[in-house]
């Protein structure tokens, strides 16, 4: 790939500060998405890993709502025109879970803006650091990876296979996506993008087979799988997207224990393709 000169060079170090409260409710609703019936959840209790992505939310006015159902581009980050943009990893340290009804700050910095063209067409990466804290402690430390590109060619639906053997002492769950499971992610992350919940326009005017399963979701759903069978915390997890998933079929997600206190977790299509592969540190 060849390095372009960056025209948003402006916006590295960009910052942003952002205030919530970490409401129960929505607590409660992610619980109810991921049908988890067993744990109980309540005011002053441990937020679980990831699901402080239900807050610090982008909440731009319908008038500034773009075609794709995305906010309108510019503000924190930079208004890159490539049509695509995907949540495609992140690195995350936890200190400290969030607490279940207190106040939190999320700070904000745009570390890094990259562009470059390939095989594929153009492509931005924009890499942005946050730091979460709760009565003055930062809790989670984070480091986020976005990526822009063109338009591509039409996406085949994958056709489905026997998925492979899982190593002994493996915990696996078997989620089959529906449209009615991708509105309920999307309502609680306030995520509007069409391509999760407009199938017309998923197919027709981005190209893929159906509607998409949000990156973000299936990371939750990789970390549960810890949270739900063993007891450990996790001090650490880190996960990369490297195919997109759809509600076309089930897919798979497995977390395997190794040596030094890691797990190594993965996402499966239907085709038995790795989609998301993860990296997670217990305490």
């Excluded at 026997?162 to 992610?185: C, E, H, K, Q, Y």
Aim: proline share 10%.
């Amino acid at each position: 790939m060849a390095e372009q000169t960056n025209p948003y060079a402006d916006w590295i170090g960009s910052t942003e500060r952002l205030e919530d409260q970490i409401w129960l409710g929505q607590v409660v609703g992610m619980a109810a998405l991921l049908d988890d019936t067993e744990s109980e959840f309540k005011l002053g209790g441990q937020l679980p890993p990831l699901w402080h992505w239900m807050y610090f939310l982008p909440r731009a006015p319908w008038s500034k709502i773009g075609h794709d159902g995305h906010p309108e581009r510019g503000g924190f980050m930079p208004p890159i025109e490539l049509p695509r943009r995907m949540f495609a990893g992140s690195r995350m340290k936890f200190n400290r879970l969030l607490t279940i009804g207190e106040p939190a700050v999320r700070h904000g910095e745009v570390l890094k803006i990259s562009e470059k063209s390939g095989s594929s067409g153009k492509l931005a990466f924009v890499t942005v650091s946050y730091k979460i804290e709760q009565n003055g402690e930062i809790c989670i430390e984070e480091e986020q990876d976005i990526v822009y590109r063109e338009p591509g060619a039409p996406v085949p639906a994958p056709v489905p296979a026997p998925l492979p053997d899982v190593p002994a002492g493996s915990w696996t769950n078997t989620i089959t996506p529906d449209p009615v499971l991708l509105f309920r992610f999307s309502a609680l992350t306030f995520n509007a993008h069409r391509i999760h919940i407009d199938r017309r326009y998923a197919m027709e005017e981005e190209g893929y087979p159906g509607l998409i399963v949000h990156g973000p979701m299936t990371a939750i759903q990789l970390a549960d799988l810890l949270r739900l069978n063993q007891e450990r915390p996790i001090a650490s997890f880190t996960f990369r997207g490297q195919a997109p998933l759809f509600d076309l079929g089930p897919y798979r997600v497995v977390a395997t224990p190794g040596e030094d206190d890691t797990v190594e977790l993965s996402a499966q299509g239907p085709n038995g393709k790795t989609t998301m592969v993860a990296s997670a540190k217990l305490g």
